[in-house]
T-cell receptor, first 112, second 113 residues
Framework: AQSVTQLDSQVPVFEEAPVELRCNYS??????LFWYVQYPNQGLQLLLK??????LVKGINGFEAEFNKSQTSFHLRKPSVHISDTAEYFC??????????FGTGTSLTVIP | NAGVTQTPKFQVLKTGQSMTLQCAQD?????MYWYRQDPGMGLRLIYY???????DKGEVPNGYNVSRLNKREFSLRLESAAPSQTSVYFC????????????FGPGTRLTVL
């Protein structure tokens, strides 16, 4: 089975500061990578995904992620966060398109 | 469009009771999924249905059954609930199973006493 590691369970950051949420995966074959966001008491929404092509992927709300095959990482970044970015962020990986494996999540808190 | 809807939103069961969680989508999606979300463990796939008429086990299927009633509806049944099944359950759907975005419902918070 694939596995996804999100090393940081909680990330506090001041408003307008940059942020990076880390995601590493374990796989010896090609995988497809996703970042989802979950606002309180809601389901998950897709932020961005990497299937192939450029390793820098841009998503919604100003987020971007970079796929690094040699380091098996897919870190999420935003140059300037807003209060509304406070949420739980999940990294996910799939090999087949059916079975998705999610990380344990990173709780981002933006401090005014 | 409502997207993915789930009922009920909250449920409390006693150990050994049974119940069915309902999920419906109005996006004409082929694939549907059931996940559970537990603190510190992220989301784990219970069952999925790649297309109408098919269902397959995910990572944690024990204690659950599913039915793909038609293209729109995918239900999850707990035959004999256990405290270990206390969790938040999410249903999701996608156009098909080829790495497309999954759309999630709002979740069902289940407590088993």
């Amino acid at each position: 089975a694939q596995s996804v590691t999100q090393l940081d369970s909680q990330v506090p950051v001041f408003e307008e500061a940059p942020v990076e949420l880390r995601c590493n995966y374990s796989s010896s074959v090609s995988v497809y990578l996703f970042w989802y966001v979950q606002y309180p008491n809601q389901g998950l929404q897709l932020l961005l995904k990497y299937l192939s092509g450029s390793t820098l992927v841009k998503g919604i709300n100003g987020f971007e992620a970079e796929f690094n095959k040699s380091q098996t990482s897919f870190h999420l970044r935003k140059p300037s966060v807003h209060i509304s970015d406070t949420a739980e962020y999940f990294c996910a990986v799939t090999l087949t398109g059916n079975q998705f494996y999610f990380g344990t999540g990173t709780s981002l808190t933006v401090i005014p | 469009n409502a997207g993915v809807t789930q009922t009920p939103k909250f449920q409390v069961l006693k150990t050994g009771q049974s119940m069915t969680l309902q999920c419906a989508q109005d996006m004409n999606h082929n694939s549907m999924y059931w996940y559970r979300q537990d603190p510190g463990m992220g989301l784990r796939l219970i069952y999925y249905s790649a297309s109408e008429g098919t269902t397959d086990k995910g990572e944690v299927p024990n204690g659950y059954n599913v039915s793909r009633l038609n293209k729109r509806e995918f239900s999850l049944r707990l035959e004999s609930a256990a405290p270990s099944q206390t969790s938040v359950y999410f249903c999701a759907s996608s156009r098909d199973s080829s790495y497309n975005e999954q759309f999630f419902g709002p979740g069902t918070r289940l407590t088993v006493l």
